[in-house]
């Protein structure tokens, strides 16, 4: 199992922003992709962003061009570099990677985006 332990969610005001990061346990080396999910109030979790090994890419297409996923091999750590905040941007955002057959969810931390 992987442990997976976010940091840097806050409050902050519309247009603003916020850097999350995602430490794990492992060598992320190790593991072929690492994602961030959100979930807003009443919403069900959705998929943010997503950053393979090789450092390949994907974004919602609600936040493409605002959010910038990235990782440090070196710290075993992935940051969601999140610009241009909205107020549907609200939640709580959860890093997440699929190991040895097995779903790792991290704790989650509060963004809050005010209007």
């Known amino acids: 199992q992987v442990q997976l332990v976010e940091s840097g969610g806050g409050l902050v005001q519309a247009g603003g922003s916020l850097r999350l990061s995602c430490a794990a346990s492992?060598?992320?080396?190790?593991?072929?992709?690492m994602d961030w999910y959100r979930q807003g109030p009443g919403m069900q979790r959705e998929l943010v962003a997503a950053?393979?090994?090789?450092?390949?890419?994907n974004y919602a297409d609600s936040v493409k061009g605002r959010f910038t996923l990235s990782r440090d091999n070196a710290k075993n750590t992935v940051y969601l570099q999140m610009s241009s905040l909205k107020p549907e941007d609200t939640a709580v955002y959860y890093c997440?990677?699929?190991?040895?057959?097995?779903?790792?969810w991290g704790q989650g931390t509060q963004v809050t985006v005010s209007s």
């Open positions: 997440h990677c699929r190991f040895a057959r097995l779903e790792n």
């Open positions: 950053i393979t090994r090789g450092g390949t890419t």
């Open positions: 492992i060598s992320i080396f190790s593991i072929n992709t």
